[in-house]
Every structure is written in C-alpha cells, then in structure tokens.
Nanobody
C-alpha cells in the first residue's frame, strides 16, 4: 500500500521560513507529479504548488507565488516546499498528493488530479 507522509510543519513568526517535506513509498515516484494543498479551519482546500514528474514544470497558487518554491529529489522520493516570508494567512494544514499524467511535464492544479494523500502537517504563523 502506498504511503504519503508530510512533515516539517510548526509554529513560525511572520517573515520566517519553513521547509515542508512530502515523502512517498510509491516505487513509481519518478513518474508522478506531486502537488501541495492547504486547508485552514472553515475554508476549503486551497492549491499551493505543484511539480511535474520531470521536475521541469512547476505551478503556484496566486497567494504564495514568489514566496514559496517547490522542488523534488527523486533519489529520496521526496518533494520539498520551501516557504519564505510566512504570513499569518499561511496558517493551515498542508497536504501533498501524487498524480499520474501521461505527459511527464504536466502539473495538476485541482485536488481531484491527485490521490494518495498524507495526513498533513500543521503550519501555524504568528504575528
């Protein structure tokens, strides 16, 4: 059974940085796109960032573009989300999911593009 695990969350002050990790046991990780979403209390799931299987394509949600960066290391089957200039509005539980597309350069931007979600990791920003 495929397991996806998010880690790296915590309590951070405004302006600080944090790096989240998304690890999977899927043996076909090299062929999978990975996406990060977040969910705050009372809000729906919001798209944060995605990276294609090839690593050549990335896409960001408008609220994080320019502050967050997604990358992948296939050798350790992990995708990273580097979060800089954190704001209280970034407070949410962050989830990652994997997706299989025919085009290795494709990035999914909808939550239903992805499956094998983890349990999430909590990021809490303080003013």
């Amino acid at each position: 059974q495929v397991r996806t695990v998010e880690s790296g969350g915590g309590l951070v002050q405004t302006g600080a940085s944090l790096r989240l990790s998304c690890s999977t046991s899927d043996r076909t990780f090299d062929d999978l796109a990975v996406g990060w979403f977040r969910e705050a209390p009372g809000s729906g799931r919001e798209y944060v960032a995605g990276i294609s299987a090839s690593g050549k394509s990335t896409f960001y949600g408008s609220t994080v573009k320019g502050r967050f960066a997604i990358s992948r290391d296939n050798a350790v089957k992990t995708v990273y989300l580097q979060m800089n200039s954190l704001r209280p509005g970034d407070t949410a539980r962050y989830y990652c999911g994997t997706a299989s597309f025919r085009d290795s350069d494709q990035v999914g931007v909808e939550w239903y593009d992805y499956d094998y979600w983890g349990q999430g990791t909590q990021v809490t920003g303080s003013a």
